[in-house]
C-alpha cells in the first residue's frame, strides 16, 4: 500500500513530531510537517538543520545525505497543505479534544485512501478513530523519544483499524530502520503498562523504609544490571511527565490498586521538583550537591530487586494473559523501548516460574493487597510446568 514515494504528514513539530519527520525524510519519504505555531515550526526547522550538522561532523551522514534529508521535509502552516499526504502521524498536544477536532479536520482534507495515525501516549486509538467517518483508517503509531535514537515504534489497531491498514502501517515503519510491535488499544500499551513497577515498586519501597533512594538504584544497576535506577530515570523523565502517566494509566484501569500512583512522587510534583530539568526532584542537581552514598549491602540489594522484577515479571505476563501482545512483542518493547538488560519473560524462564511464584506470593500473603495478585497466566505455567520459551 505504501511506497518509497508514499508522502508523509507530521501534525505538530514538537519534540516527537520533528524526530519523526526526520525519521520519515531519512527514510527516503518526501514529509511535510504542519504546525499551528509559527515559532514551533521555525524552531524544529532550525533544530532539524543543526542536528544534521552534528551527524555530518560525527561522520554518521554525508552531505549529500544531509541535503537530501533538507530537501524531503517542507514545513508548512496550514492543514489544508497535508492535502496530498498518504500517512499523516499527529503529535501534537495530549488532549483527546484537540486530537479529536484535528481528525475531524482531516478527513475533509485528505485523500480518501490517507491513513490517519497518532503518536499519543496515554490516549485510545478507538476514541480518537469515533471522531472520523472512517474510523477503519485511524491507526496509533507510538515512537519513544527521541524518534530519531530510539528504534521501537509500537503499533496500535484501535477497534475499527481496518488490518490491511495495520500490516502496511507497521511495514511501513520498519522499512525506516523501526523495530515494530503490535499492541492491543490498552492503556499504556506495552511500555507504559509493564514498566509501571519498575517505578511504583521502587517508591513502595522507599515510602516503607526498606531502603533509601541511592540504595534502590544502585541495586538495580549493580545487582539487575538495568542502565538507571528508577529514581534518576523517574528525575531524568521529569515527573510531570512520569507521574501523570502512571496516574493515567492507573485511572483507565479503572483505580486497579496494581497501577496505583505513590504519594511521594505527587508531592514532588506539586512542589515544583520536576527532577533534572528543574534542579532537584528525588536527587539534588544543583552544582556541588552531594549524592548520598548507597548503602552497598548485597543482601539487602538482592531482595530489592527481586521484588520489582517479579513485578515486572507479573505485569509482563498479565499483558501477555490478556492478548495484549504477544510474548516476543512484549519481550522487544522492553528491550528496545526502555533498554532492559534482558527479556522480562525470559528472565521468568531463567528464575524459574517457581521462584517468581513464590516471592509473589510471599508479597501478596504478606501485605494482602490485590496490587501483589499473581498473573493466572504464571499460575498456568507453574501448574503445567511450562516455560515462556
Ligand atoms: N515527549 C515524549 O516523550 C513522548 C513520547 C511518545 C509519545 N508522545 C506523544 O506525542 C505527542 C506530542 O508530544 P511532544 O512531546 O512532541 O509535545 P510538544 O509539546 O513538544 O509538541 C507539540 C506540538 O504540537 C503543536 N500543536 C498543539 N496543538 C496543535 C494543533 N491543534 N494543531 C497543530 N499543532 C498543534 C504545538 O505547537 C507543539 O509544537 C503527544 O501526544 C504525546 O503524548 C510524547
Request: contains cysteine; hydrophobic residues 40%.
Amino acid at each position: 500500500m505504501f511506497t518509497k514515494k508514499s508522502v508523509t504528514g507530521v501534525i505538530g513539530s514538537g519534540a516527537m513530531g520533528s524526530g519523526i519527520a526526520q525519521v520519515a525524510a531519512t527514510a527516503g519519504h518526501k514529509v511535510i510537517v504542519y504546525d499551528n505555531s509559527e515559532s514551533a515550526l521555525q524552531k524544529a526547522e532550525n533544530n532539524l538543520k543543526s542536528s544534521l550538522t552534528k551527524l555530518v561532523e560525527k561522520q554518521k551522514i554525508t552531505r549529500d545525505q544531509q541535503t537530501q534529508v533538507l530537501m524531503n521535509i517542507r514545513f508548512v502552516s496550514t492543514l489544508q497543505q497535508l492535502s496530498e499526504c498518504d500517512l499523516i502521524i499527529e503529535a501534537i498536544v495530549e488532549n483527546l479534544d484537540v486530537k479529536k477536532t484535528v481528525f475531524k479536520e482531516l478527513e475533509k482534507i485528505v485523500k480518501e485512501t490517507c491513513v490517519l495515525a497518532s503518536n499519543t501516549s496515554s490516549l485510545s486509538i478507538t476514541s480518537i478513530a469515533a471522531a472520523c467517518e472512517k474510523p477503519g483508517r485511524v491507526i496509533g503509531i507510538h515512537f519513544f523519544n527521541p524518534p530519531t535514537l530510539m528504534p521501537l515504534v509500537e503499533i496500535i489497531p484501535g477497534v475499527a483499524s481496518l488490518e490491511n491498514i495495520t500490516t502496511s502501517s507497521k511495514a511501513l515503519i520498519d522499512s525506516w530502520g523501526k523495530v515494530t510491535v503490535r499492541v492491543k488499544d490498552t492503556p499504556g500499551f506495552i511500555v507504559n503498562r509493564v514498566a509501571r513497577p519498575f517505578y511504583s515498586e521502587a517508591l513502595r519501597i522507599y515510602e516503607e523504609g526498606i531502603a533509601d533512594i541511592p540504595t534502590i538504584d544502585w541495586a538495580m544497576k549493580e545487582i539487575g544490571g538495568f542502565k538507571m535506577g528508577p529514581f534518576e530515570l523517574m528525575d531524568m523523565i521529569g515527573h510531570d511527565v512520569n507521574y501523570i502517566v502512571t496516574e493515567t494509566v492507573w485511572k483507565q484501569f479503572y483505580y486497579d490498586p496494581k497501577f496505583k500512583p505513590a504519594l511521594s512522587q505527587k508531592r514532588l510534583l506539586e512542589a515544583g521538583l520536576l527532577g533534572k530539568k528543574s534542579g532537584k526532584g528525588f536527587y539534588d542537581y544543583t552544582p556541588g550537591s552531594q549524592t548520598p552514598e548507597a548503602t552497598k549491602n548485597k543482601e539487602l540489594g538482592q531482595q530489592i530487586f527481586t521484588r520489582i522484577l517479579v513485578m515486572l515479571i507479573n505485569e509482563a505476563a498479565d499483558t501477555l494473559y490478556l492478548k495484549v501482545a504477544s510474548a516476543e512483542d512484549i519481550d522487544l518493547a522492553m528491550t528496545k523501548g526502555v533498554n532492559y538488560p534482558k527479556s522480562l519473560l525470559k528472565w521468568a524462564d531463567e528464575l524459574g516460574i517457581e521462584n517468581v511464584i513464590k516471592q509473589l506470593t510471599a508479597l501478596k500473603d504478606f501485605y494482602e493487597e490485590d496490587r501483589y495478585r499473581i498473573s493466572p497466566l504464571l499460575k498456568q505455567n507453574f501448574i503445567l510446568k511450562k516455560a515462556f520459551y
